[in-house]
Nanobody, 121 residues
Framework: QVQLEESGGELVQPGNSLRLSCAASGVTLSMAWFRQVPGKQREFVAAISWTGTNTRYIDSVKGRFTISRNNDRKMMWLQMNSLKPGDTAIYYC?????????????????WGKGTQVTVSS
């Protein structure tokens, strides 16, 4: 399995922006970002196909978050704008089993350790 490492999480004020990065140790197919808060299930945030031409977002982040990737650099990013306190969570990078995107956690077989994003004044 490919190894994934997230970075970029920090404490920011509401309305500010943040960019999360995910570095992969090898070739990845579809990729996604999930997030989780204590006591709740891991939640799908955004996904991108292997070519980068197809993307999908959870409704609450549409228009604010943008997922992107560079296969040559083995990198994926999540640009988060207009952050809200409700975006506070640990954000996880995930690599999928094939080239298509999916919102189900069981579709992804490689996970990073997560990076904490806190949105608070």
């Amino acid at each position: 399995q490919v190894q994934l490492e997230e970075s970029g999480g920090e404490l920011v004020q509401p309305g500010n922006s943040l960019r999360l990065s995910c570095a992969a140790s090898g070739v990845t197919l579809s990729m996604a970002w999930f997030r989780q808060v204590p006591g709740k299930q891991r939640e799908f945030v955004a996904a991108i196909s292997w070519t980068g031409t197809n993307t999908r977002y959870i409704d609450s982040v549409k228009g604010r978050f943008t997922i992107s990737r560079n296969n040559d650099r083995k990198m994926m990013w999540l640009q988060m704008n207009s952050l809200k306190p409700g975006d506070t969570a640990i954000y996880y990078c995930a690599a999928g089993k094939d080239v298509n995107i999916n919102t189900d956690t069981t579709y992804y077989n490689s996970w990073g350790k997560g990076t904490q994003v806190t949105v608070s004044s």
